[in-house]
């Protein structure tokens, strides 16, 4: 990818596609001096998307990987096609959309929106631990189609008391730990990136991973879906529960092994599960999970509130803003490895002088 390609570009363009976004992005990003801003249909003509990706200096890219079409994932393909660009931008935390890794090689930044959710993730994860331990979702189906049924056949349990165990204990993580905590939890933490005097600073005892799985009633994914963490929660660590425990995820589809969790159900070892997150998105009405009434299912909504996606939104906005006007280093910028050239490349395209991208 050319570094020195500033004189080439008046207008500063970012490009988008029509999956739903907030208002306040477009908002925001058309009313900053000097920035264009193209929306393109997923389904239309890809010759006119091509030429607009081509143009664009930031990709504003959907993060839900079944939502857009694969040949408009910001990979090594799209990116080599796309000479003039400077960043991606995820609309939400996870990059499940980008090649990180592809675009570090060409010098391009990789920005998320991490924590414009957190607030939305943590109630839901409490939420679904809340049906899991009450039986709320199967007492509201029993309720709307059956009758000669007691109370008692719809006997819970309480959280109070409990050992909660979070894997990640970042953003989102963190709020978790509190409710946890307000709903008179025991909390365990595991995040590699964390000291263990943040982790008790975010209101977690730090423990191995293995310790985690064998102390806790309950276990939460927090993590990133990547290399490390993909099929993390197999067979092996579903046996290494608790038995009785109950298994939770908000985070990404694919970290936890989907066979392995229903035949740890189906052998009664674990007690239930509440998941947000599929490796298919959403998935085949089939599905063996979602026929165990100890399984409180839901499409990925965790962090899906008015309050988040506007969040989202505008966290996205203000730093493409900031980057496309000012050269600033993102906030949340994701491959941080990447920042000495892509901050010369945005000076450049800019033409701003080298000093200010930083």
Known sequence: MNEGTGAAFAARRVVRFDHWLDPAF??????????????????????????????????????????????????????????????????????????????????????????????????????????????????????????????????????????????????????????????????????????????????????????????????????????????????????AMRPGAVFISTARGGIHDEAALENALASSHLAGAGLDVWEQEPPPRDHPLLSRDSVVATFHTAGVTHEARRNNAELAARQVVALLTEGRRPERLVNPEVWPRAARRIAAALALPAATAT
């Not at 990059?95 to 570090?104: G, S």
């Not at 509190?178 to 933490?189: D, E, K, N, S, T």
Request: hydrophobic share 45%; with cysteine; charged share 20%.
């Open 26 to 239: 477009d908002r925001l990003v058309s009313c900053a001096r000097g920035l264009v801003l193209s929306t393109c249909a997923m389904e239309g003509s890809d010759e006119a998307a091509w030429a607009q990706l081509a143009a664009a200096h930031v990709y504003q890219i959907s993060a839900a990987k079944d939502e857009l079409p694969r040949r408009w994932f910001a990979d090594a393909a799209l990116v080599a096609r796309c000479p003039a660009l400077l960043a991606v931008s995820s609309t939400g935390s996870g990059c499940d959309t980008i090649d990180i890794e592809a675009c570090t090689r060409a010098g391009v930044v990789v920005m998320n929106q991490s924590g414009g959710n957190a607030d939305s993730v943590a109630e839901m994860t409490l939420g679904l631990m809340l049906s899991v331990f009450r039986r709320i979702s199967e007492s509201d189906r029993l309720l709307r189609t059956h009758r000669g049924f007691s109370r008692e056949d719809l006997m819970g349990h309480e959280l109070r008391g409990r050992t909660l165990g979070l894997v990640g204990v970042g953003q989102a993580g963190r709020r978790v730990a509190a409710l946890g905590h307000a709903f008179g939890m025991r909390v365990l933490g595991c995040d590699p990136a964390l000291s263990d005097t943040e982790m008790a600073a975010r209101g977690a005892e730090a423990v191995s991973f293995d310790a985690l799985l064998h102390r806790s009633d309950v276990v939460s994914l927090h993590c990133p879906r990547n290399a490390q963490t993909l099929g993390m929660m197999g067979a092996a660590s579903f046996a």
